[in-house]
């Protein structure tokens, strides 16, 4: 009998000869959720998941359990501890969407800095004179902060400075690069024009961003989060863009995902959103489903996964 992999329709199609090639049965199921999971795919050997929470009470419910491959860089939706417990890996897909993330950090530095979707929008109603009069500014000069130098933060160094920016790093620990110019936190918010988050959302991280790093900001400058939501104390943003103590941000993720409709911060109008699709290019999932493939047939063959992100003895 085959093994079965569950996964989602999109991440099927990018990979689904390779799956059959490799003589798995795919389930697949259009949601994540835990009651989905538990009434039509209980008895997986393995799984390519995505944002939605892992519950740990499911662990005992999916005996055949032995990998939980995420189709991302983010693992916060999984105890791993747990998991590991249970004999089960979890993996994740490092760089997968590198590329993707960094091009949109770059689109919404330049969104904000020529009011485009704003200028849009209002030409769209009828008034054209919104775009002459408003001045946008240059990034060209301009200084970015960047918050954590994994993949991401390292593919947006580059085109960062490709644009003529100057590049300040913040990171626990300092690597090499050409790329932008290591300093500390406190020089970091205090110096630079856009701040962009790239950090994982572990205990150490959350509120990354609060009330004193927006103190710390220019009354110009702009905050993008592109990472996770919890990296962003929510009632410190709201209050920052309120009282203008920052010009605006671009936020891709969000304590609650998908951000609910009564949300302040979709009152605020100088904030540009999307819903979490920042590394979503074919190119990107491409790679990602293929590297969650690639730990899911070490695992059933019984090695170690080359992305683990917890040890099962």
């Known amino acids: 009998m085959n093994k079965k992999l569950l996964l989602t ?3 099927d199609n ?3 000869q390779r799956i059959i090639d490799n003589g798995l049965d795919p389930v697949i199921l259009k949601s994540e959720d835990e009651k989905s999971i538990l009434d039509k795919a209980s008895d997986v050997d393995a ?6 929470p892992f519950p740990n009470s499911m662990f005992d419910q999916m005996p055949n359990l032995k990998i939980i491959a995420r189709q991302g860089v983010g693992y916060d939706n999984v105890d791993t501890q747990v998991a590991a417990k249970h004999n089960v890996w979890v993996t994740n897909t490092p760089g997968g969407n590198a590329v993707s993330v960094a091009e949109n950090v770059i689109t919404d530095m330049l969104l904000l800095s020529k009011h485009s979707y704003t200028i849009s929008n209002k030409m ?16 060209t000069d301009k200084t ?4 954590g130098f994994g993949h991401i933060g390292q593919e947006v160094a580059k085109r960062a400075q490709a644009l003529g920016m100057n590049v300040l790093i913040y990171n626990r620990t300092p690597k090499d690069t050409n790329y932008g110019k290591f300093v500390s936190k406190e020089e970091l918010f205090k110096n630079s024009d856009y701040v962009t988050l790239h950090l994982p959302a572990v205990s150490g991280t959350i509120n ?16 993008l989060n592109l990472g996770r939501g919890p990296l962003v104390d929510q009632d410190a943003f709201v209050d920052a863009i309120k009282n203008k ?3 605006g941000a671009a936020l891709d993720v969000y304590d609650k995902e998908p951000l609910p409709m009564d949300s ?4 605020l109008d100088n904030v540009f959103l999307t819903p979490h699709c920042a590394g979503h290019s074919i190119e990107g999932w491409t790679k990602m489903a293929n590297q969650a493939l690639d730990n899911v047939l070490a695992v059933l063959n019984g090695d170690k996964p080359a992305d683990a992100v917890n040890e099962v003895k």
């Open 9 to 11: 329709p999109v991440i």
């Open 14 to 16: 990018l990979i689904h």
């Open 47 to 52: 799984a390519i998941l995505m944002e939605l």
């Open 124 to 139: 769209r109603e009828g008034d054209s004179d919104y775009g002459q009069t408003i001045m946008s500014t240059q990034i």
């Open 144 to 147: 970015l902060g960047i918050v």
């Open 208 to 223: 990354t961003v609060s009330t004193d790093e927006f103190k710390m900001m220019k009354k110009s400058a702009y905050l």
């Open 245 to 247: 103590e920052i010009a």
């Open 264 to 267: 302040p911060i979709r009152k």
